[in-house]
């Protein structure tokens, strides 16, 4: 297992390895996350791509502090934000529930609860949304979604506290 410190030394001098390991376990993440905003696969694609192109001309400037993820979804965040300023557009939440067949009682019923959930994630504002999703979709601490969002870490916490809140008011 190759350390965070190791693979950022490896893209440094060069090691297409390293670049590609990164590539490899976090392209996945950050691209559900860029679709989850932008609801478009063809400008999610071009955006992580442009991600990963920030992320490894601008190494030198890595934070050996920082999580790689944490650094990652910064920067999609940013280019996020830019594509929306430069495409004037409100971003929402993608829905994404799957229409098959062949769901069974039980998967129709998760269907609908993720599909209620997803609806009143749709009533939050922006950044509210983006917290929740980075908080319990992505797994990350108030410190990481800090940094990412550039806000205290008591703001995130205040705010994930009060979209929990709203969240479970439109769920009743």
């Known amino acids: 297992m190759t350390s965070e410190k190791d693979l950022i030394e490896g893209i440094i001098n060069g090691d297409e390895k390293s670049c590609a390991k990164v590539l490899n376990l976090y392209k996945g993440r950050i691209f559900s996350y860029v ?58 939440y993608l829905d994404e529930r799957h229409q098959d067949p062949d769901y069974t009682i039980e998967k129709y019923e998760k269907a609908k609860k993720m599909a209620m959930v997803e609806d009143a994630l749709q009533k939050l504002t922006s950044l509210d949304r983006e917290i929740v999703i980075l908080f319990h979709k992505e797994g990350m601490s108030y410190h990481e979604i800090s940094r990412i969002l ?21 769920l009743k």
Do not use: G, M, Q
């Not at 192109?53 to 650094?71: E, L």
């Open 35 to 92: 679709l989850r905003l932008v609801k478009n696969y063809d400008d999610a694609e071009e955006i992580t791509f442009e991600v990963f192109i920030k992320f490894f001309n601008s190494i030198d400037k890595f934070d050996p502090a920082r999580k790689i993820s944490a650094w990652l979804f910064s920067i999609a965040h940013n280019l996020v934000i830019d594509f929306f300023r430069k495409n004037k557009i409100e971003y929402e």
């Open 150 to 170: 550039n806000l205290p870490v008591t703001t995130i916490k205040t705010r994930l506290h009060r979209a929990r809140n709203r969240l479970r008011e439109l």
